[in-house]
């Protein structure tokens, strides 16, 4: 047996191993290898396709959607669509339909998953593709025909198809029809399952959507009593302003005005879209004439209620302290390397709470400071690590009931149409209630464009902030110019946000207790010999710097970098033994340009 056939078993075998610990990106580095030497050794093409299928696979496992087409669109010109070992899970018209469906193409993804029927006729999930595409298209009826046709094939039924039909069904006015498909989605939708078993996860769904959606067949079939029962239950799990203004659209019908009016108010209460808004208010005003003939709004009883929302609650209600949960926490936010000013600050935040639940204990009056956060500072700093140790630090005080951490950025909070945002928002929130809610990159929420949606994110929050002060801590994240603007966006931000803390770079010295630290988490040790080169490495990196460096994300980039030369180089040897797995030498830390640009 040849060298290049060892060394084309050993990287098959490496490659088998990271597919099969889901390593994908180091999948990717085996498999672009192993085709190169079958391609320059004119090995069998099928044999040649099957490595370059499973690494478009592997792209698209990563989400590198353009990658994975590239390599997909390969697979056909070298005609592995006609080769044994194609099938209906494998043809590559409908991986790169798929692809096409991420990057939001349904032009290009329709087209494609045509040309997979041309194959596949057989295959049921290709004509739900294409009515999901031709959906987002807006060719409602040729869309209602593929899921029908989907459904007629399929034996066992799930909630989103007959979801996404609904919704082809309203827009041409077949509300009965469209009342029958979202009962059917309500009863295979289950909120301790996932809907996408069958491998349909490409759509945004939630039980209460399903739910409204029923409320506004049944209203649009003069059903309102049961219209109004859906919205209810659909308010119960998520409060929002479309589905107010439904529930106040029945209440009307049904001469319910009193009713009506509350809803309306809490129509225009949860709502930032102006133009809405604006037309909430119209009718609210036709609604009054209607209110003082029937029994009229007891004003004072509204303002007291109000009062009693908004009355202050206790820091710490049952004035107990977690000691052990808060030595645990304080142990390890000083473990965190550096930080030094932040550390103190957390500190000074500590001492003044105890003091607060002392008052308490006298029957005195506690003073309150607002428990959100503005986290100014580049990528890497520990802002996130931070944010996770304040909710417990608060959690152990008493000061939030749970102390737990949700993460988010703009795409967890923002939908992807006109009126859903509010309630995507609002679900995140609720999720965080009792604990941090972490909002990294808060400054791409802010944006000049009226249409934006993120206005509305953020007006959804503040309100959020305001009706439960004293159970969520909200931490917004970013770029100290970035988070300004951020901040000047609405009125109402700096007045909610009491706290800045700064997170600075990272020294040479500290990046490099960084670098050790990781290392010794991923199993791995410098050899003494090479501590003094990977050190200046470090302090060349931190010197030379540019405005998207990383920190710590740059020093654990380094590691991975390190890790993969170390396997390169192992590969080679023909026994290693178990230091040499764990021994990390100035070699592995050789750098490309281009690598020590990216870092």
């Known amino acids: 047996m040849s060298t290049q056939d060892n060394s084309l078993e050993l990287l098959i075998e490496n490659m088998c191993n990271a ?42 496992k990563v989400n590198q959607w353009n990658n994975a087409i590239s390599d997909f669109s390969k697979c056909i010109e070298n005609d592995y669509i006609n080769s044994e070992s194609c099938d209906q899970d494998s043809d590559p018209f409908l991986w790169i339909g798929l692809c096409h469906i991420f990057l939001e193409d349904f032009k290009s993804a329709l087209s494609n998953f045509t040309k997979a029927t041309n194959y596949f006729p057989e295959d049921a999930y290709i004509f739900f593709y294409k009515g999901f595409c031709q959906f987002h298209l807006e060719e409602y009826e040729e869309a209602l025909k593929e899921i029908t046709h989907y459904l007629s094939l399929k034996s066992e039924k799930y909630a989103t198809p ?37 491998q349909i996860d490409l759509m945004e769904m939630d039980y209460e959507d399903i739910l409204s959606f029923k409320g506004v067949c049944k209203s649009q079939l003069g059903d309102f009593e049961n219209a109004k029962s859906d919205f209810s239950a659909v308010l119960e ?17 049904l001469k319910y005005f009193q009713e009506s009016y509350k809803d309306i108010s809490l129509a225009i209460e949860n709502c930032s879209c102006e133009l809405r808004k604006k037309e909430y208010i119209e009718f609210k005003n036709e609604l009054k004439e209607n209110i003082e003939k029937a029994a009229g709004i007891n004003s004072n009883q509204l303002k007291e209620n109000k009062k009693k929302k908004n009355k202050k609650k206790k820091i710490n209600p049952s004035n107990k302290v977690n000691q052990e949960e808060l030595k645990e926490a304080r142990e390890r936010l000083n473990e965190l390397i550096g930080l030094d000013n932040i550390k103190n600050e957390i500190e000074n935040i500590i001492s003044f709470t105890l003091l607060q639940i002392q008052r308490e204990k006298f029957g005195l009056k506690p003073e309150f400071i607002s428990n959100n956060f503005i986290f100014l500072g580049s990528p890497g700093t520990g802002k996130t690590e931070v944010a996770r140790l304040i909710g417990k630090i608060l959690g152990s005080l008493g000061v939030l009931t749970k102390g737990h951490f949700i993460e988010t950025d703009r795409a967890g909070l923002i939908a992807s149409y006109l009126g859903q945002t509010a309630n995507k928002t ?21 944006s000049e464009i009226k249409e934006d949606y993120g206005n509305e994110a953020i007006a959804t929050l503040l309100k959020f902030m305001e009706d439960n002060r004293g159970n969520i801590s909200i931490i917004a994240a970013g770029y100290p110019n970035e988070m300004d603007k951020f901040l000047d966006s609405n009125s109402g931000l700096r007045s909610r946000f009491g706290t800045k803390l700064t997170f600075k770079n990272y020294s040479p010295e500290e990046l490099f207790q960084i670098l050790l630290l990781m290392i010794s988490e991923r199993e791995r040790k410098i050899k003494d010999k090479s501590l003094k080169y990977i050190e200046e490495l470090v302090l060349k990196i931190s010197l030379n710097k540019s405005n998207s460096f990383g920190n710590a994300r740059s020093m654990r980039n380094l590691i991975e970098i390190a890790i993969k030369n170390q396997s390169l180089r192992l590969i080679k040897n023909k026994l290693n033994t178990k230091n040499d797995f764990i021994d990390l030498i100035y070699e592995d830390f050789s750098l490309t340009d281009e690598q020590l640009l990216n870092l």
């Open 162 to 198: 007959f979801y996404i039909r609904g919704l082809c069904r309203i827009e041409i006015n077949e509300f009965q029809l469209a009342l029958e498909d979202f009962s059917k989605a309500a009863e295979f939708y289950s909120l301790d399952e996932e809907v996408n078993k069958e």
């Open 426 to 446: 609002l679900s995140v929130c609720k999720k965080a209630l009792g604990g941090v809610l972490f909002i990294d990159e808060a400054y791409s929420l802010a």
């Open 237 to 253: 799990i998520n409060s929002n302003h479309e589905d107010f203004f439904n529930r106040a659209l029945c209440n009307k019908k």
């Open 19 to 60: 597919y099969q610990n889901e390593l994908y990106d180091h999948a990717i580095e085996y498999l672009s290898r192993i085709i190169s030497i079958k391609e320059s050794t004119s090995a069998n093409r099928e044999d040649t396709n099957n490595y370059l299928w499973m690494k478009a696979s592997a792209y698209y």
